[in-house]
């Protein structure tokens, strides 16, 4: 018989498994991710569907405080966690998240499954569930990207290089003949250095990243765990390109990258992402995400050099399925989509507000 369950911190051990030996795990419903989210405004919770043998179904979700004393939301980052095709395990998986959510004043719960929009199964299993679909266009509009490239990295490392684009095979021996190298398994020490080149890449391509205390919080708690990696790239004594990966089971996934606006013409990130995906073949790895892209746009869309980039890997273009809401309390969810984009103006302008006031842009 099935029963659900929260787990506490003694079984940390004992959801992780799950999560990482599962085909549809992800490190984003891992523990340490939750312990991650936590450290900012989200309480994470994890939730078990376990028989006799053990667990049959996982989810870890993250709840938020909704403004105007609106209640509360979860997220399950890329969960749930389970076998699509265990009908009895889905059903009580999402019984125990809407009674817990009812313990938490949560009006809804999002989730965006680590599944690609052609698993038909799982397009049935949530239309059937009368959850919502939160698909909101072809870009990076998302909470995760709806588009990614993935390689397949069980060939051997020769038969990788020959997979790949002439102009990326070129870009990366390029960058090996200039005298750039790349540095794995950096200190704590190369995280400001990083960071430095995160801001000057977000200034460049205007993007927003998050404050330093994050990055540190995601190197304190997922590196002693091995579940992540600080890459360095120099050149000339100098650091010119960085990124922070992921890594659980199988897969690996590339996350934040960085890169100097200076000696770009020595092909940084080509030899970086090379070393990575060597990385991820030297640690078991058969999957390597370069995550998001912009959909299949055409050359005329100003992120094509991005997932031409992405492209020259030779990986596959991967369409997830999307994200969708479990409704728990029609009425304030409707609300909530009423007033959460006039909430957000108005903390745009207080921001622009405060840094006014400091003398800021």
Known sequence: MLSYRLLDITEKDYFNRFITDHAK???????????????????????????????????S??????PAGM?????????PVLDI??????????????????QHNCIFCKFDPDVPDTDELWQQRIANSGARSCDKGPGFEGIQPRYVFRLDIRPDEEQLLANFHQKTRYNLRLAERKGVTVEENCGKDQLP????????TADRDRFLIRPYSYYEAFYDILMPAKMGELFMVYY??????????????????YIYGASSNAHRNVMPNYLMQWRMIQWAKRNGCTMYDFRGVPGDVGEDHPLYGLVKFKRGFGGDYIRFIGEFDMVYRPFMYRFYHFIEPKYQVAVRKLIRLKRKLRGGK
């Open 25 to 59: 795990g992800h490190l984003l419903q891992t523990w340490e991710w939750g312990d991650l989210k936590g450290s900012g405004a989200w309480q994470p919770l994890r939730l078990v569907v376990e028989d006799e043998q053990g667990i049959r179904a996982a989810v």
């Open 61 to 66: 979700l993250l709840k938020r405080p909704l």
């Open 71 to 79: 209640g509360s939301m979860f997220y399950a980052t890329r969960g």
């Open 85 to 102: 095709a265990d009908q009895e395990a889905w059903d009580v998986l999402w019984q125990g998240v809407k009674a817990v959510a009812k």
């Open 193 to 200: 250095a990083f960071y430095k080149l995160l801001k000057e």
């Open 236 to 253: 000339e004594g100098q650091p010119i390109a960085g990124a922070l990966t992921f890594l659980l089971g199988d897969k690996a996934w």
